[in-house]
């Protein structure tokens, strides 16, 4: 088979082939290529908290075990209080307040 030889591809399977889609990725860059669904992938979002908030979320994440987004959400503020409290963190009121619930969904707090 030489190089110029066409063969029928089912368009379907060729989107499942990860490798293909990775390579394809690389070449073109992600926003270029299609979804498994066929549509265009998601455009990436902006961040909803700078580094300094990052940071305090993941210290915060770490003290309870990492425990899933919905629970850490609602421990936040208990969190926030009880590490300040015994100079375990010490943090911004600008941070502390991007860092409190409300600023965001449970589902984007996981670091």
């Not at 290529?33 to 915060?60: F, N, T």
């Not at 987004?69 to 009880?82: Q, T, W, Y």
Request: proline letters at 7%; glycine letters at 6%.
């Amino acid at each position: 088979m030489g190089v110029d030889t066409f063969h029928a591809v089912d368009p379907d399977a060729l989107m499942q082939n990860k490798p293909f889609l990775s390579a394809l990725r690389d070449a073109v860059g992600p926003a270029q290529v299609l979804s498994d669904s066929g549509e265009h992938p998601a455009v990436p979002r902006d961040r909803i908290y700078d580094e300094a908030v990052r940071q305090a979320l993941i210290m915060l994440w770490d003290a309870v075990d990492r425990i899933c987004g919905k629970r850490l959400k609602v421990m936040i503020p208990i969190l926030i209080d009880a590490m300040e409290r015994y100079g375990h963190l010490d943090l911004d009121q600008n941070v502390k307040d991007k860092a409190l619930p409300g600023a965001y969904a449970s589902s984007t707090v996981n670091p």
